[in-house]
C-alpha cells in the first residue's frame, strides 16, 4: 500500500510560479513510475507529466511543456512539479498518482496508475 501525499498548491496571479510537492510512503519509492494529473470545474482529470522511476526520462502533456518540470528525489520519497508562468487555464486540483506496473508505455493513461493522492488545488487569477 503506497500514500501519497501532495501540498503546495495555493492562489497566485498568472505569470506566477509554484511547486507543489507529493511525498510517498514506504520503502519502494524508486520502484514507482510516477505522474502528476489535474483537473478543472466540470473536466475530465487530464494528466500533465510522469517521471520513470529513476528520473531519467520525462514526460509531458502539450498544454504544459516548456513550462512545467517535474522531478523525483528518491531518497526523500518526494516527486515533484515545479509550474512557471502560469495561466488561468491551469486552474485544476492537481493529484499525484504512483504506478506499479514495469510498463510506463501508456504513461498518460489514468488506469496505469494505482495509487492516488488527494490533491491539491491551483488557482490561477487573470
Known amino acids: 500500500q503506497v500514500q501519497l501525499v501532495e501540498s503546495g498548491g495555493g492562489l497566485v496571479q498568472a505569470g506566477d510560479s509554484l511547486r507543489l510537492s507529493c511525498a510517498a510512503s514506504?520503502?519502494?519509492?524508486?520502484?514507482?513510475?510516477m505522474g502528476w494529473f489535474r483537473q478543472a470545474p466540470g473536466k475530465e482529470r487530464e494528466f500533465v507529466a510522469a517521471i520513470s522511476w529513476s528520473g531519467g526520462r520525462k514526460y509531458y502533456a502539450d498544454s504544459v511543456k516548456g513550462r512545467f518540470t517535474i522531478s523525483r528525489d528518491n531518497a526523500k520519497n518526494t516527486v515533484y512539479l515545479q509550474m512557471n508562468s502560469l495561466k488561468p487555464e491551469d486552474t485544476a486540483v492537481y493529484t499525484c498518482?504512483?504506478?506499479?506496473?514495469?510498463?510506463?508505455?501508456?504513461?498518460?493513461?489514468?488506469?496505469?496508475?494505482?495509487?492516488w493522492g488527494q490533491g491539491t488545488q491551483v488557482t490561477v487569477s487573470s
Open positions: 498518482a504512483a504506478s506499479t506496473s514495469g510498463d510506463s508505455t501508456y504513461y498518460y493513461y489514468r488506469t496505469l496508475y494505482n495509487y
Open positions: 514506504g520503502r519502494t519509492f524508486s520502484s514507482y513510475f
